[in-house]
């Protein structure tokens, strides 16, 4: 849900509209959902990120600037064609992997069916949270930080989404995902399976453990030059997080 956001007075850390767009900021109504398992939207919320002068928080600002710029020097070409892979949506990304898991499930009809339920149920319910997350902490992006402090020109190699840094909404579904996936499946599937993108046309990637999606997730959106590598890795938890409840939810909800 788009609902009205009021975008806070400028000030350090504070998240603002970004370029090139300087859009409103989305999914600020997500976080006024009911959520079908959770007891409510900040059930799992996470720790607040760190400082902007902490060693951690430099540490990933500076990783962003380096490895995620449209100019970048030290971004590798197979770098660039993993966060170009995943600049993907997060719900369609996940639809071959969650088909790929039905398709290695050794449970009935009846299981493999209220696992997708499930899925999709966690899914949801991580959306809730991420977006709770995002704006109580308003975490401002990296393109943002790095042009107030005195890189006027820094440009991320793909734009960034309008909405705030922490956590990463990318991460948060990676997280959940794999651990659906897994209680599905296990961590792993019998054979490598294969993966294709919109959003990088003719790159094929083999996957056979749950947790390299999450782990490419983590990356991409950092060389993409969108999120800070904290924002990442905590969204990836939250989600984690939100599938564990879901899973052990799973009689109240559909049985």
């Known amino acids: 849900m788009n609902?009205?956001?009021v975008v806070p007075p400028a000030a350090p850390g504070a998240w603002r509209p970004t370029p090139p767009a300087y859009s409103p900021a989305i999914q600020y109504g997500n976080r006024a959902a009911k959520p079908?398992?959770?007891?409510?939207?900040?059930?799992?919320?996470?720790?607040?990120?760190?400082?902007?002068?902490?060693?951690r928080y430099q540490r990933d600002l500076a990783e962003a600037r380096d490895?995620?710029?449209?100019?970048?020097?030290?971004r590798t070409e197979a770098q660039t064609t993993v966060a170009s892979f995943w600049y993907q949506g997060s719900q369609p990304a996940f639809l071959?992997?969650?088909?790929?898991?039905?398709t290695e499930s050794r449970g009935s009809l009846t299981d493999r069916v209220t696992l997708v339920a499930v899925?999709?149920?966690?899914?949801v319910d991580t959306q809730i949270a991420t977006s709770d997350a995002k704006y109580t902490y308003l975490l401002w992006r990296p393109v943002t930080?790095?042009?107030?402090?005195?890189?006027?020109?820094?440009t991320p190699l793909h734009v960034t989404p309008a909405h705030p840094d922490y956590p990463s909404g990318h991460g948060t579904y990676a997280g959940v995902a794999e651990q659906v996936l897994t209680a599905l499946t296990g961590p792993r599937t019998r054979e490598p399976f294969e993966l294709t993108s919109p959003t990088a046309p003719g790159v094929v990637f083999r996957y056979q453990a749950w947790r390299e999606l999450s782990?490419?997730?983590?990356n991409a959106r950092v060389w993409s030059g969108i999120h800070t590598r904290v924002a990442d890795e905590v969204g990836v938890e939250l989600g984690r997080k939100v599938g564990r409840y879901t899973l052990d939810a799973l009689d109240r909800l559909v049985r």
């Open 3 to 5: 609902a009205p956001f």
């Open 96 to 102: 071959t992997p969650l088909r790929v898991a039905l």
């Open 67 to 74: 490895f995620g710029s449209s100019t970048s020097t030290v």
């Open 36 to 55: 079908f398992a959770l007891r409510r939207a900040d059930q799992f919320r996470p720790a607040p990120p760190p400082a902007l002068d902490s060693a």
């Open 119 to 123: 899925f999709n149920i966690a899914a």
């Open 215 to 218: 782990r490419d997730n983590v």
């Open 145 to 154: 930080a790095l042009r107030a402090g005195g890189l006027p020109d820094w």
